[in-house]
């Protein structure tokens, strides 16, 4: 599975950025899929992540009530809608992928990963 992420960039404080994950497999849906972001210095931390049927989602206590994450198998993209951005969610995100309805929270649980895209908030 090759997973391509997409939607980074610049924005300010308070703004909003929607970031999108596709898969090469067209039996992504059977895939939980994961958003994980690492800032300079700092270790990769986990995001969000939802189940293969959508109907499991879980948030980082740091960005819940504010990052929303969605898919629709139909369509294969995972996506991220992040709103109220902090100059503290600067990082470079990656979706991560894993076969099956488990939905982890632990990066080491994710055999897929993309390239990453860049996020920068600035206040």
């Known amino acids: 599975v090759q997973l391509q992420a997409s939607g980074g960039g610049w924005v300010q404080a308070g703004g909003s950025l929607r970031l999108s994950c596709a898969a090469s497999r067209r039996t992504f849906s059977s895939y939980a899929l994961g958003w994980f972001r690492q800032a300079p210095g700092q270790e990769r931390e986990f995001v969000a992540a939802i189940s293969w049927s959508g109907g499991v989602t879980l948030y980082a206590d740091s960005v819940k009530g504010r990052f929303t994450i969605s898919r629709d198998n139909a369509k294969n993209p995972v996506d991220l809608q992040m709103n109220s951005l902090k100059p503290e969610d600067t990082a470079v995100y990656y979706c991560?992928?894993?076969?099956?309805?488990?939905?982890?929270?632990?990066?080491?649980?994710?055999?897929?990963w993309g390239q990453g895209t860049q996020v920068t908030v600035s206040s």
């Open positions: 991560a992928a894993r076969r099956g309805d488990y939905v982890p929270i632990n990066d080491y649980e994710y055999a897929y």
